[in-house]
C-alpha cells in the first residue's frame, strides 16, 4: 500500500517506516522535525520526507493526491496514499501538564485537519472504494490515566491525568465518531512503554530532550552521571514504578499488521467490518511489569557499569503501574512479540548507544 506515515522521523515513526518498506509498503513521510530525523528517512530509508505540519491542508492535500514537488518522479508522482499512519504529536507529558496549548493545538488541531481532508469529498470522490483514507492512530497508554485494574484492556476505562493523554483521547473520540458520520476505517493503537533500537544498531532512541528511563540509564552507566529515580516510596515490591516495555520493532510490526484490516486480502485475520464496527482498538504492551530499579539493574549487569542514582520526590503524573493486556491483537491480528524479553529491548539500545555514540 501507499502510506502516509504522519511524524515518521520521529522514533517509533522511523521504525514503522522500516518496518513498511520490509513488508514491500511504499511509505511516504511528512513531518515538521521539530523532533523528527531527517537524515534516515531520507539517506537510509530512501524515502520521500515532506517537511512540514499536517495543520496546513494544501502541503497535505499535494502529498496526499501525489502532485508535492518532492513525489515529482518518484513512485508516488500522481499517485494517490492508500492508508495513512498518524503519529505526528507532542508527547512530553510534564510539558504538556505546563503548556496544555501546544498539546492541544498540535495534536488534536491539527489531527482533525488531517481527519477533515480525508473525510472531505475531495479526497472520497477520487478513491475507488468511495470511502475515507483508512488510519491507524498511535495512541498511548496514557489515555488510560490511573488504572483501576491490573492488566489494562481496552475496556478499561480512560481517564487520562494530563493533557498529553487527554489530547490522545480526544482524537480518539474524533475517530470514533466519524466512522458512524462518514465511514472512516480505522485502527486505534495504544502503546505501553516503546523502548529498545533496530538490532542491527542503525536505528534508536534520540529524543531531545531525553526524559526517557532507559536512554537516560544508559547515559548515566557510560557517562558516570547520575540517575535520578523519581520515587521510591511506592506501593511495588521494590518502591519504584512499573512500566510494561514494549520493543520498538515489535510496536512497528504492529502497525504493518493493522493495515492489513485495510487489505482486501486478510481473510484469515479474525475481524471484519460487521456491525459498523469500523474503528479497531488495540493495546501493544508485553504483560508484564519491569520497575525502575529493576531497568538499572539490568543496564548496569549488560555494560558492567555502576549507575549512580539519586532519590527523587515522585514525578507528577506518574501512574504506579501501567502493565497491559494485548490479548486482543494477539489474538485478533496474530501479533507476536518477537523481543519480549527486557535484557533484548535494553541490549539493543545499549548497542545503539555505543554504536552512535563512539563512531
Ligand atoms: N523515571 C525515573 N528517572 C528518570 C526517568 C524516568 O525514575 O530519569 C521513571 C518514571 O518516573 C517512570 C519510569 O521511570 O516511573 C518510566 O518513565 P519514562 O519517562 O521512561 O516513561 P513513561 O512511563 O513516563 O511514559
New binding site residues.
Given amino acids: 500500500m501507499r502510506v502516509l506515515v504522519t511524524g515518521g522521523a520521529g522514533y517509533i515513526g522511523s521504525h514503522t517506516v522500516r518496518a513498511l518498506i520490509e513488508a514491500k509498503h511504499e511509505p511516504v513521510v511528512i513531518d515538521n522535525l521539530v523532533y523528527g530525523h531527517k537524515k534516515v528517512i531520507q539517506n537510509i530509508f530512501k524515502t520521500p520526507l515532506i517537511c512540514g505540519n499536517i495543520g496546513n491542508t494544501n502541503l497535505l492535500k499535494s502529498v496526499i493526491f501525489g502532485t508535492h514537488n518532492e513525489l515529482i518522479s518518484t513512485n508516488h508522482e500522481g499517485k494517490m496514499i492508500d492508508a495513512i499512519i498518524h503519529f505526528a504529536a507532542y508527547a512530553y507529558?510534564g510539558e504538556s501538564v505546563k503548556q496544555p496549548l501546544k498539546y492541544y493545538k498540535n495534536n488534536v488541531s491539527e489531527s482533525i485537519n488531517l481527519l477533515d481532508i480525508i473525510c472531505s469529498n475531495d479526497v472520497i470522490s477520487r478513491r475507488s472504494s468511495s470511502d475515507p483514507i483508512p488510519i491507524i492512530f498511535s495512541s498511548s497508554c496514557?489515555t488510560y490515566g490511573i488504572p483501576k485494574e491490573t492488566p489494562i484492556t481496552e475496556n478499561t476505562p480512560q481517564n487520562p491525568i494530563n493533557p498529553y493523554g487527554k489530547s490522545k483521547l480526544m482524537v480518539e473520540e474524533i475517530i470514533k465518531d466519524l466512522a458512524i458520520s462518514c465511514n472512516l476505517k480505522s485502527v486505534i493503537l495504544r502503546y505501553f512503554?516503546a523502548a529498545g533500537a533496530s538490532p542491527d544498531s542503525v536505528i534508536g532512541e534520540d529524543h531531545c530532550p531525553e526524559?526517557?528511563?532507559?536512554p537516560?540509564a544508559i547515559k548515566a552507566a557510560f557517562e558516570s552521571k547520575p540517575?535520578?529515580?523519581?520515587?521510591d516510596d511506592y506501593p511495588t515490591f521494590d518502591g519504584?514504578?512499573l512500566?510494561d516495555y514494549i520493543h520498538v520493532c515489535d510496536l512497528a510490526n504492529a502497525h504493518v499488521l493493522a493495515l492489513k484490516i485495510f487489505e482486501k486480502k486478510q481473510v484469515h485475520l479474525k475481524h471484519d467490518y460487521k456491525n459498523n464496527d469500523l474503528c479497531k482498538i488495540y493495546n501493544l504492551g508485553n504483560g508484564s511489569g519491569i520497575s525502575?530499579k529493576q531497568i538499572i539493574n539490568i543496564i548496569e549487569k549488560v555494560t558492567q557499569k555502576e549507575i549512580k542514582i539519586i532519590i527523587e520526590k515522585r514525578?507528577e503524573g506518574?501512574p504506579t503501574s501501567?502493565i497491559a493486556s494485548a490479548s486482543k491483537i494477539i489474538q485478533e491480528l496474530g501479533w507476536e512479540p518477537k523481543y519480549p524479553n527486557i535484557y533484548d529491548i535494553v541490549s539493543h539500545s545499549i548497542s545503539w548507544y555505543t554504536k552512535s555514540s563512539f563512531q
Avoid: E, M, S, Y
Fill in positions: 507529558v496514557a512503554n526524559t526517557h528511563l532507559i537516560l540517575l535520578k529515580i523519581f520515587g519504584t514504578c512500566r525502575v514525578r506518574d501501567l
